[in-house]
């Protein structure tokens, strides 16, 4: 009856009843899923909200006329395609084109200076994504290192459950079970950690991907309108 009643019936009581060494473990891991739940959260509505915004922009821009008709709309959205823009405007505002006598209009930008707009360009998209980006890495790591940390856990809490059948001189089954269980608690706990991680961040990988696939569409479609508007 004193065995039956030291089993552990419940997940709770076994962590409540664990080693030093477990607890300090599932505490670790409570604290990286706080981190990785936040991160989540956080990103799931900045990234929507990212990709909402430019397809609506690069929707829009198809039908866009002129240059400044396209900063203006950009302005209007906001977001990243605004950003994009305001660094595409500042950068025609600031370069001054090559002078070429033609019969429209004698200043027009020089095929160097559309590469470095095309750089400049494809600069700003990444750093677009690397802000967007931000944090997102966290949760690769979190992913990875979760499981690791609670096979550690695992191992410290079987070596101490055969330490203490060693001690106690008892190897029947109902002398093993629990202290093995409690080991595996933290094994489920990385788990239930690393799980949603992985799952969130290959969710995010795939928007921010199309994301800089949108932006870097949109860069070529305002060359494309510079050029339709005698710009280049």
Do not use: C, H
Not at 38 to 66: H, Q, S, Y
Not at 170 to 199: M, R
């Amino acid at each position: 009856m004193q065995v039956s009643q030291a089993i552990p019936s419940s997940p709770m009581e076994l962590v409540t009843n664990s080693t030093g060494a477990t607890k300090i473990v599932l505490g670790i891991l409570v604290v990286l899923s706080l981190i990785s739940w936040g991160i989540i959260f956080a990103k799931w509505f900045e990234l929507k909200k990212a990709l909402r915004i430019t397809r609506a922009f690069a929707d829009d821009f198809a039908g866009v006329p002129t240059v400044d008709r396209a900063a203006q709309l950009a302005r209007t959205d906001g977001g990243p395609p605004a950003r994009i823009m305001e660094r595409a405007m500042r950068f025609i505002s600031e370069t001054t084109p090559a002078l070429r006598e033609t019969s429209e209009r004698s200043a027009r930008f020089s095929a160097a200076q559309v590469e470095a707009l095309q750089l400049v360009l494809d600069a700003e998209t990444t750093t677009e994504r690397d802000r967007l980006g931000k944090w997102v890495t966290a949760l690769a790591t979190i992913g990875s290192v979760s499981p690791l940390i609670g096979l550690l856990g695992t191992v410290l809490g079987v070596i101490d459950a055969f330490v203490g059948i060693a001690s106690k001189g008892s190897g029947n089954i109902g002398a093993v079970a629990p202290g093995v269980a409690e080991a595996l608690i933290a094994t489920a706990a990385a788990l239930s950690v690393a799980i949603p991680a992985v799952f969130a961040y290959n969710i995010f990988a795939a928007r921010l991907n199309k994301v800089e696939g949108q932006l870097e569409s949109i860069g070529s479609e305002f060359i494309a309108l510079m050029v339709r508007e005698g710009m280049i």
